[in-house]
């Protein structure tokens, strides 16, 4: 049977790079979606195998009926952004949707699926550089908090044989991408323009670094943290999940310590 992997956020850029990279390695994607069931159609049939499903990660129940399907491996890609650029003018409830979206959603269809997956043996996070503190105050602390959720799950899930790992990419081509730096008063251009070789991360790119992880690296433990920001380094930097990590503001490669 193909190896059933759940992408959350799989409608979008990342999302939906990631269901095809998996795919293409012959797992059967399920892509979910929130408001954009079209595209995750779209990236199905580009995928040219699995499905569809809609999970609401501010509800408990996810907005659904029925059991979540069974899942081998679950790819947290959803994510939202906020035009608020300040920790200390944010209002509670925008700080507390976009925990619900980036870190608390996540968390909640882990545990779940672990009740009602017996199968599910790998866990990944998608996340950004803002979990270094790089990124606009709220967003940051919403990664920043999806971090410590994969490594607080990885310590607890390591028993169980179930592997977590996270991918911690930067400015990426996507859709999120430009309203981000039009929100920060920037185009795209001009984000690029402070990139090594004037190009920021192609979607791609981190489908395949993420399918690499699932199916090319399986023999190795869990517990990967793999950095990659092209304003620092033109490949992505694999470091323990355990590792702290700081990025030098001068663009040089992830400064790490192991702890």
């Not at 990659?228 to 663009?251: E, I, M, Q, V, Y």
């Amino acid at each position: 049977m193909s190896t059933r992997v759940l992408i959350s956020g799989g409608s979008g850029g990342i999302g939906g790079a990631v269901a095809a990279a998996c795919a293409a390695r012959g797992a059967w994607p399920i892509v979910g979606y929130f408001h954009h069931e079209s595209r995750a159609r779209d990236a199905v049939r580009t995928c040219g195998a699995g499905g569809t499903i809609r999970i609401d990660l501010t509800r408990d129940d996810f907005g659904l009926s029925d059991p979540l399907p069974e899942t081998d491996v679950v790819v947290h890609c959803a994510g939202m952004i906020t035009p608020q650029h300040s920790l200390v003018q944010s209002t509670p409830t925008e700080l507390a949707h976009l925990l619900q979206v980036n870190a608390l959603g996540p968390l909640r269809l882990t545990q779940t699926l672990l009740a009602e997956s017996p199968g599910l043996r790998h866990v990944v996070f998608v996340l950004s550089t803002a979990v270094a503190c790089r990124g606009t105050g709220p967003y940051a602390l919403s990664k920043t908090t999806g971090l410590a959720v994969s490594r607080l799950l990885a310590t607890e899930l390591a028993p169980r044989g179930i592997r977590v790992d996270a991918i911690v990419p930067g400015w990426t081509e996507t859709e999120m991408a430009s309203a981000a730096a039009k929100s920060s008063g920037r185009c795209l251009d001009e984000i690029r323009s402070g990139h090594l070789d004037d190009r920021i991360l192609r979607p791609d790119e981190i489908g395949e670094l993420c399918a690499e992880l699932l199916f090319d690296t399986s023999a190795r433990p869990g517990g990967h943290l793999l950095v990659w920001d092209r304003r620092d380094s033109r490949d992505p930097a694999w470091l323990g999940l355990d590792s702290t990590f700081s990025l030098d503001p001068n663009h040089k490669h992830p400064l790490t310590n192991n702890v």
